[in-house]
């Protein structure tokens, strides 16, 4: 039966997981760079469902490159070396699937090269088998690289392949990582059938997996979660291919014929859905722009999906749905959760000896009780700020490194954070707030001072855009909102302050004085109901216990509400539309303390809990705050 515009029976869902064709994400492939035969920077794009030529999505950074080595998450395309016409490079360039645009700057490889294999899965991208000039005569080097596709930075040594080879095809799942075919020379004149595969959570070289049916070079590749398949590429007769090769990928099998290409070609690139496969472009000699498909579990001759925008050969590819990205362990929705029923997640922070953590602790607002684990954020950070909407929790920058990052994660589906988009510059000691709709971040530091307002859609993933500028450069505030206002108060603007400012969240400008704190104050934590914020705790310069409240419709300074039950600093707070909870901070060591008070009322915090471990420097974001009730 179909279920279009139905609710999944779980019975067909499961069906559909057990056959390989359950959907998986949006289902795209990045055609990158390549050779017309000039080195190019094109980025083109295909939906793998469908049939069609690609269109236009962007342009590389500044080079040029073909032959480049390439991963993907299910969020963000990474383009490793390659060859830019001139010589080859370690540069290492990122783009995110969010918005068509251009690629920018990730890091560096440890290897100038290109012409290596690469494949991934949602956390870490590995190229290995490069031609490359900074080793001898054939210049083929069998070192693996690696990077965490959500943390910009320069690429590390995984280890090493079995043997030099390069022209070799890759493809996977989300724990293996297979090195199919190849050349074990610079003038492609020997050929391998060799597989190597290593698992991508570890480091250490490659391991002799199996062989191919056929020994080839300069094909592509491409797979399901349990078969990967090299295409095309060329033969030890020295003849153009259009021989289709699987492997399984479980049982070290010795591959065999799946079907032909529409074209003999060699030099394309291959991407997948982990139910269809597409080989896109190559060389016939001449370049193509032909892109063929195949479904990955039924063997046959491969069909026309359409054509690149332009003909080339040596192009890397990205996919936001691939084997390795595994759709069928992502966050599973709770069956006792209802959005907005006062789930409060504190992600980040900084744990004993100074060190900065990435876990993300949830508590249950309406149940005194401790944190328990909820997953991580994609790095480990602290000072870093938060928004919300009723069902996805966003984290916004970071002290240590600082950093533009923006995560998020579903209230609903406990597991690890995903890449959101890029903050306006690399901003810690920041701090947000949100109504339903769109999030804020108010300042922070660079490390100079800065009074930047930042906004986010939280439903769209994306960079942040100018919001307007605080009152002056400010770090350490702390921020609630009513579904119309955003507040921040207090903080260290060249010294610590008492002032509290406010701005409308559905408009863009600078923000406007709304009135003081009881006392001044740097690092305290806040929440709010729809219409009252509560400050409480921060440092001035010793730590304070004081909670203050403010009426946020009304400007005027805040009032004092009572007393934590321990004075401390850099403490995270968030609330329901009825209770306020500030866990964690300084006092000035580090605290595990959860306090809770009733915002409606007055009077002295209460014990709720502890945190999972001591911890200062996390941010809280609410599933039910102030800002996400009805107006």
């Given at each position: 039966m179909s279920n279009s515009g139905k609710i999944w029976d779980i019975r067909e869902a499961y069906k559909q997981i057990r056959n390989n064709t359950w959907s998986r994400g949006a289902g795209r492939a990045f055609g990158i760079g390549g050779t017309t035969p000039s080195a190019t920077n094109i980025i083109d794009v295909v939906t793998l469902s469908t049939t069609g030529n690609a269109t236009d999505y962007g342009d590389l950074e500044v080079n040029a490159v073909s032959t480049p080595g390439c991963a993907s998450s299910t969020t963000r395309g990474v383009c490793m070396g390659g060859e830019n016409g001139?010589?080859?490079?370690?540069?290492?360039?990122?783009?995110?699937?969010?918005?068509?645009?251009?690629?920018?700057?990730?890091?560096?490889?440890?290897?100038?090269?290109?012409?290596?294999?690469?494949?991934?899965?949602?956390?870490?991208?590995?190229?290995?088998?490069?031609?490359?000039?900074?080793?001898?005569?054939?210049?083929?080097?069998?070192?693996?690289?690696?990077?965490?596709?959500?943390?910009?930075?320069?690429?590390?040594?995984?280890?090493?392949?079995?043997?030099?080879?390069?022209?070799?095809?890759?493809?996977?799942?989300?724990?293996?990582?297979?090195?199919?075919?190849?050349?074990?020379?610079?003038?492609?004149?020997?050929?391998?059938?060799?597989?190597?595969?290593?698992?991508?959570?570890?480091?250490?070289?490659a391991t002799d997996?199996?062989?191919?049916?056929?020994?080839?070079?300069?094909?592509?590749?491409?797979?399901?979660?349990?078969?990967?398949?090299?295409?095309?590429?060329?033969?030890?007769s020295e003849s153009l291919t259009t021989q289709m090769q699987i492997n399984n990928l479980a049982n070290g099998a010795?591959?065999?014929?799946?079907?032909?290409?529409?074209?003999?070609?060699?030099?394309?690139?291959?991407?997948?859905?982990?139910i269809r496969g597409v080989m896109m472009g190559g060389t016939t000699p001449s370049k193509e722009n032909t892109i063929d498909f195949v479904q990955i579990s039924t063997t046959g001759n491969a069909t026309d999906f359409g054509d690149l925008t332009v003909a080339r050969s040596d192009l890397g590819s990205a996919d936001d749905s691939n084997s390795g990205l595994d759709f069928n362990q992502t966050q599973r929705p709770s069956v006792n959760y209802m959005p907005g029923s006062g789930r409060i997640l504190f992600g980040g922070g900084q744990a004993p000896g100074s060190t900065e953590i990435n876990t993300i602790q949830m508590l249950n607002i309406n149940t005194l009780g401790n944190t328990s684990d909820f997953g991580n954020l994609t790095r480990s950070d602290r000072l870093l700020g938060a928004c919300s909407s009723l069902t996805r929790a966003v984290y916004l920058g970071g002290l240590d490194p600082k950093t533009n990052v923006i995560d998020y994660v579903e209230f609903a589906s406990q597991g690890n954070a995903a890449d959101f988009g890029d903050l306006t510059a690399s901003v810690g000691f920041t701090t947000g707030t949100s109504s339903t709709t769109r999030g804020i971040r108010f300042g922070g530091l660079t490390p100079t001072l800065v009074n930047s307002i930042d906004y986010i859609t939280i439903a769209s993933v994306g960079n942040a855009t100018d919001f307007g500028d605080l009152l002056s450069a400010t770090a350490g505030s702390a921020s609630c909102a009513s579904p119309t206002r955003g507040v921040t108060s207090g903080g260290d603007a060249s010294g610590?302050?008492?002032?509290?400012?406010?701005?409308?969240?559905?408009?863009?400008?600078?923000?406007?004085?709304?009135?003081?704190?009881?006392?001044?104050?740097?690092?305290?934590?806040?929440?709010?109901?729809?219409?009252?914020?509560?400050?409480?705790?921060?440092?001035?310069?010793?730590?304070?216990?004081?909670?203050?409240?403010?009426?946020?419709?009304?400007?005027?300074?805040?009032?004092?509400?009572?007393?934590?039950?321990?004075?401390?600093?850099?403490?995270?707070?968030?609330?329901?539309?009825?209770?306020?909870?500030?866990?964690?901070?300084?006092?000035?060591?580090?605290?595990?303390?959860?306090?809770?008070?009733?915002?409606?009322?007055?009077?002295?915090?209460?014990?709720?809990g502890d945190m999972l471990t001591v911890n200062d420097g996390s941010a809280g974001a609410s599933d039910s705050h102030g800002g996400l009730q009805s107006s």
């Open positions: 001139v010589s080859y490079t370690n540069k290492i360039q990122y783009f995110n699937f969010s918005s068509t645009g251009n690629a920018a700057d990730f890091g560096d490889m440890t290897i100038t090269g290109g012409l290596g294999a690469s494949h991934s899965n949602n956390t870490r991208g590995l190229a290995g088998g490069f031609y490359t000039p900074a080793v001898s005569n054939p210049y083929i080097s069998p070192k693996i690289d690696v990077i965490t596709i959500a943390s910009l930075g320069n690429a590390e040594d995984f280890g090493d392949l079995g043997a030099s080879v390069i022209g070799s095809a890759g493809y996977g799942n989300n724990t293996k990582a297979f090195f199919a075919g190849g050349s074990t020379n610079g003038s492609w004149g020997a050929y391998t059938n060799r597989i190597d595969t290593v698992t991508i959570a570890t480091t250490g070289n997996y199996a062989d191919l049916f056929q020994a080839a070079n300069q094909g592509s590749g491409f797979g399901s979660t349990t078969s990967g398949l090299y295409v095309g590429g060329k033969n030890p010795t591959g065999t014929d799946f079907g032909d290409l529409t074209v003999a070609r060699r030099q394309g690139i291959g991407a997948d859905n982990s610590i302050i008492n002032v509290i400012q406010y701005i409308t969240i559905a408009s863009t400008s600078n923000s406007t004085d709304f009135g003081d704190l009881t006392t001044v104050a740097n690092t305290p934590a806040s929440g709010s109901s729809s219409t009252r914020g509560i400050i409480a705790g921060g440092v001035s310069p010793s730590e304070l216990n004081v909670i203050g409240y403010i009426t946020i419709a009304s400007t005027g300074n805040a009032t004092d509400f009572g007393d934590l039950t321990q004075a401390r600093s850099r403490l995270a707070g968030n609330s329901s539309n009825i209770r306020a909870c500030f866990a964690g901070g300084n006092t000035p060591s580090q605290s595990n303390i959860i306090d809770y008070i009733t915002i409606a009322t007055t009077g002295n915090a209460a014990d709720f």
